[in-house]
C-alpha cells in the first residue's frame, strides 16, 4: 500500500513506512481552502490547511481564485511511502484521525522520479464539506495564517514548513505557497519577530537535509 502526502505529511511523518519518494499528481490544485478548528486553528478562530482540487473543477467553478491560471497546471508535488503489509491498519487507523476534519480517502496515481508509477490512497477534503472554505484573496488567506495557531501548533509553520520543503522539488513551481508563504514572512519580520524562529518553527534544519536525502535517492526504514 502507498500513501500520497501534499501537506505536513510531507515533513511530518509520525507513522511507520519501508519507503518513500519524490513523486507528483496529476489533475490537481493544492490550495490552502479547507478550515481547520481542530489542528491549525480552533472552533472560535479556525485556521486554514491544504486540500486538493480535482482540476476540472477548480476550472469551472473557481476562476475568481487569486492564482487562478487559465493554462494547463494541475500538477501537484509531494511524497509517496510504501507501507509494510503488517503496518497498514495501524497506519491507515491513524491518518483517519490524524486527517479527521472533512477529509476522505481518495485513489489516484502517483508518477515517481524514477519513471515507476503507483496506486496510492491520498486524503482529500472535498468541496462539498462543511469545512470548505474555497477561494479568498491572498491577503485574506496569509493574514488568517499568520495569526492562527490550535492543539497541533501555529498555522504560519503548517504553510512555511512545506513551502521550505518544496523548494527543493526542482520540478515544482506551486506559487500559491510561495506568494502566501512570502505574505506571512512580511507580515512577521515586520513585526520583529525572531527570523531563526520564524524560518523553520516546527521544521528543524536537520529535518530539511533529511528530505534532500530522498529527492535523489531512495530512504527505506
Not at 491577503?139 to 512545506?162: D, M, V
Not at 506551486?174 to 515586520?190: A, K, N, P, S
Request: a negative charge; aromatic letters at 14%; proline letters at 3%.
Amino acid at each position: 500500500m502507498y500513501i500520497f502526502g501534499y501537506g505536513s505529511l510531507i515533513w511530518k511523518v509520525d507513522f511507520p513506512y519501508q519507503e518513500r519518494h519524490p513523486c507528483y499528481v496529476k489533475g490537481f490544485v493544492r490550495r490552502f481552502w479547507q478550515s481547520s478548528s481542530d489542528h491549525r486553528g480552533t472552533p472560535e478562530k479556525p485556521g486554514i490547511v491544504l486540500t486538493l482540487i480535482p482540476y476540472d473543477i477548480y476550472k469551472e467553478y473557481y476562476k475568481k481564485d487569486d492564482f487562478f491560471k487559465s493554462e494547463e497546471d494541475d500538477l501537484v508535488w509531494g511524497v509517496v511511502y510504501k507501507i509494510r503489509d503488517e503496518d497498514i491498519d495501524a497506519v491507515i487507523s491513524h491518518l483517519d484521525h490524524r486527517e479527521k476534519g472533512g477529509y476522505e480517502q481518495f485513489t489516484t496515481k502517483c508518477y515517481l522520479k524514477n519513471l515507476q508509477v503507483v496506486d496510492a490512497t491520498i486524503y482529500v477534503a472535498s468541496h462539498l464539506n462543511v469545512g470548505f472554505l474555497g477561494p479568498a484573496s491572498k491577503e485574506t488567506i496569509a493574514r488568517t495564517i499568520a495569526i492562527s495557531y490550535g492543539p497541533s501548533g501555529l498555522n504560519k509553520h503548517y504553510l512555511l514548513g512545506l513551502r521550505n520543503c518544496l523548494r527543493l522539488f526542482k520540478e515544482s513551481n506551486d506559487q500559491h505557497l510561495e506568494i502566501l508563504g512570502d505574505l506571512v514572512e512580511e507580515y512577521f519580520l515586520d513585526s520583529g519577530l525572531n527570523e531563526e524562529e520564524f524560518r523553520f518553527g516546527e521544521l528543524q534544519e536537520e529535518s530539511l537535509l533529511a528530505l534532500k536525502v530522498i529527492l535523489y535517492s531512495n530512504e527505506t526504514n
